[in-house]
């Protein structure tokens, strides 16, 4: 199987044309306000609109009110939903649309039941914890505590660049791998150069697998 990648966190057009050009599976648009990576509606249509065809884009909430998402979904072209605060699974089911839930990897995070909650999901997002934050912190956590098996896909996010993406495919086999800071100038801001080499990493390691 080959791991796909996404790349979250886009603010600017040109890198998510770009991102799209090296071959990503899915683009990532946050829209929670205290995130250095938000974008409002009308920035984000521009940035959509720009995309080539077959480039999935995925719209990020954080305990969002229904009414916020409901405006996003009504105006923004989007494929599929990431929840990724402390949304029950009959929340993330409201909008018709595929999701994916993300799971901060802390102490105590049992896997397979919380696959049985969300067992309409798309996927699991599996990213580090950190107290202070919802994600986009740069850290990762430690793969060894992913299970073997899972009955839903595993998209694995946390720490990862250039430097591991290989390893990660490799070791953890995930359906994909979700990458932001790692690819990053600065946050927002995505660094071409990074995002190619990411890409360039995964394929490598997909090549060796298959």
Not at 13 to 28: F, K, P
Request: charge should be negative.
């Amino acid at each position: 199987m080959r791991t796909r990648v996404k790349i979250c966190g886009f603010t600017r057009v040109e890198d998510a044309v770009y991102a799209a050009q090296l071959g990503v599976d899915a683009i990532g648009l946050v829209f929670y306000p205290p995130s250095p990576r938000n974008v409002d509606i009308d920035h984000a249509v521009k940035i959509v609109n720009a995309l080539p065809a077959f480039v999935s884009v995925v719209a990020l909430f954080v305990d969002e009110q229904d009414s916020r998402i409901r405006e996003v979904l009504e105006q923004v072209p989007i494929d599929c939903l990431q929840f990724h605060g402390d949304e029950p699974a009959e929340a993330c089911r409201l909008y018709g649309k595929r999701y994916m839930k993300a799971v901060r990897m802390q102490d105590g995070i049992d896997i397979p039941s919380l696959a049985r909650q969300y067992h309409d999901a798309a996927g699991l997002l599996l990213d580090a914890y950190h107290p202070g934050a919802k994600g986009g912190t740069g850290s990762r956590f430690d793969w060894n505590r992913i299970p073997e098996h899972c009955e839903l896909p595993i998209i694995l996010a946390g720490g990862l660049d250039e430097n591991n993406a290989r390893q990660a495919v490799q070791a953890v086999k995930p359906y994909a791998l979700d990458v932001s800071s790692g690819v990053e100038a600065e946050k927002g801001v995505k660094d071409a150069l990074k995002m190619a080499a990411f890409v360039r990493e995964v394929n490598e390691g997909n090549r060796i697998i298959i």
